[in-house]
């Protein structure tokens, strides 16, 4: 029987696993829902950096060597932009350009978010659907030492995520609905499992999961929730998922991490490396696995994915 | 004495004569305007051709083997927004986009054009003041046989100036306000000329000269208008000059140049090709000179604003 995955997604990390079910599974069998807290308006155009991360890596156009942008990407226009006395901090790439000029353009033209991702992915060939998390406007700030509050792309780009922080809040999140799609695909028939991609669980995961509807949607679901560790070792693989929490005052580990969702997930995967926290996540009352999680090829993204996949059918055994 | 030109001026043409003056005069010495009914907003963004054009020709940033846009550009921007559906058809380059976009936030942020204008020369190292001919919305529109209306830059580079041209109409110019200091620019004691460069006399020269006030403020001046011939050997240099002449029903010769601009100018100058023509415009009541008007060096356009300038002693003497 067909099965169909819905898999949340940040930016890179989530968009690696989702590449994974991308080439695993049919096209009809995925949806990807990306978080748009990090979402911000620069130089006049809306930027969605999580959404155009999951959009270029499905497109195969992600550039491997920065992980982040597209592949053959040049800086010319934040070159001009520099000497003409313009903000230089978000590395805007002259690629990258099109796809913001494009997306606010549709948007002035009246078009939701989720119509112009549509577009947008299908111009580029995409088989999967891809939904932001919103249609509505969420903005995900970063409470700092300082008492300071910075908007995400501030802390995460212009500061380098310098600032210690000590919480985070989600202006706009009470208000907002989930975007066209994503609850009717948490409500299919065929749904098989909800993965929560390795990506940050404060900035990126908690703004999906905390939209109004979504856990209740995810509850009548009854479907497992299965949740891939973005924690490797003690460490992030990419972006401040491990400093953030030290900063919190957890430890920065795959078993804080199953902690955090404890009460929201069904299973939990670690890697390798961690085999060692598996009875200590069990102890939480979450199955898991443990398998390498670590994606260096395609290969290990498809093969990821399948053992996500197959967690997904003991759980529901 | 020192003495002070003001230049107007279209795009390409009139940017190489500007330049001439610029390389010529001391800053202090020279006021540029430039015509802005070709601007028009395009994917978001307003876009100011004939300015850019002369802004980037003043920083030596034009690039000299297209002959428009800017040196080492590059089209990574453009051939991604293609991929992704978008509008293709007017040739925005990565680094020519900064201007864009540096110039659409400006003036989102409430400044005018003109402030735009000076705040991105400055940037570029601009010693002599570059004004828009106004702050507010001018739009050149085309009048072609077939009855169709089309707003400039579809006519030029769209439709590459394929339909037949049967007039022209200046679209806001009747409530246009000349921008701040060109009126100061026509009225200062040290005036010395005001030269027409050779751009096109009906959609980059006469917006500027329709202009409410400005043929007042140029006979108040007191002062030589002096144009110079944008056709030679009935050709023009750039642009459609000539075949707009043809389908306006008048001959594509420097002559008819000088006939249409009869009552607004005090001398006028022919390229040496067209020595035979300085009988015929003098016989319109136009002192004339004959010199080389065909810009190919840097020599050549500081020659030409040489003669121009000695030309406007004579016609001051």
């Known amino acids: 029987m067909a099965e169909h995955i819905v898999a949340l997604s940040g930016g890179v990390g989530g968009?690696?696993?989702?590449?994974?079910?991308?080439?695993?599974?049919?096209?009809?069998?995925?949806?990807?829902i990306a978080n748009t807290g990090d979402d911000f308006t620069?130089?006049?155009?809306?930027?969605?950096?999580?959404?155009?991360?999951?959009?270029?890596?499905?497109?195969?156009?992600?550039?491997?060597?920065?992980?982040?942008?597209?592949?053959?990407?040049?800086?010319?226009f934040l070159d001009a932009l520099e000497k003409l006395g313009g903000e230089a901090?978000?590395?805007?790439?002259?690629?990258?350009?099109?796809?913001?000029?494009?997306?606010?353009?549709?948007?002035?033209?009246?078009?939701?978010?989720?119509?112009?991702?549509?577009?947008?992915?299908?111009?580029?060939?995409?088989?999967?659907?891809?939904?932001?998390?919103?249609d509505d406007l969420v903005a995900t700030m970063?409470?700092?030492?300082?008492?300071?509050e910075l908007a995400f792309q501030h802390y995460f780009v212009r500061d380098r995520c310098e600032p210690e922080v000590t919480g985070f809040r989600f202006q706009g999140l009470e208000n907002a609905l989930p975007a066209p799609g994503v609850?009717?695909?948490?409500?299919?028939?065929?749904?098989?499992?909800?993965?929560?991609c390795p990506s940050n669980p404060f900035v990126s995961v908690d703004p999906i999961l905390y939209l109004p509807g979504l856990m209740q949607a995810l509850k009548d679901a009854g479907r497992p929730v299965i949740a891939v560790s973005p924690i490797v070792g003690g460490m992030a693989i990419?972006?401040?998922?491990?400093?953030?929490?030290?900063?919190?005052?957890?430890?920065?580990?795959?078993?804080?991490?199953?902690?955090?969702?404890?009460?929201?997930i069904d299973g939990f995967v670690l890697d390798e490396a961690d085999a060692d926290l598996r009875a200590a996540v069990e102890a939480l009352g979450i199955p898991t696995i443990v398998t390498k999680t670590v994606m260096i090829t395609l290969a290990d993204r498809i093969d990821l994915a399948r053992s996500v996949l197959e967690f997904s059918r003991q759980l529901s055994a």
């Not at 970063?142 to 300071?148: A, D, L, N, Q, Y």
């Open 183 to 196: 609850l009717s695909a948490l409500g299919r028939e065929d749904l098989a499992a909800v993965v929560i």
């Open 15 to 32: 968009a690696k696993l989702a590449l994974g079910f991308a080439h695993l599974l049919a096209p009809g069998q995925l949806t990807v």
């Open 238 to 264: 990419k972006g401040p998922a491990a400093k953030m929490m030290q900063e919190l005052g957890m430890p920065s580990s795959a078993l804080a991490v199953a902690t955090h969702y404890q009460g929201r």
């Open 89 to 134: 901090w978000f590395r805007l790439g002259d690629r990258d350009m099109a796809t913001h000029i494009r997306r606010t353009g549709l948007l002035a033209e009246g078009l939701s978010l989720s119509d112009t991702t549509l577009m947008m992915c299908e111009a580029l060939g995409i088989a999967h659907p891809l939904l932001p998390m919103t």
């Open 142 to 148: 970063v409470r700092t030492r300082s008492g300071e």
């Open 42 to 76: 620069h130089l006049g155009l809306k930027i969605c950096p999580d959404l155009d991360t999951v959009m270029y890596t499905l497109a195969d156009l992600n550039n491997k060597e920065l992980g982040w942008g597209q592949a053959g990407e040049t800086w010319q």
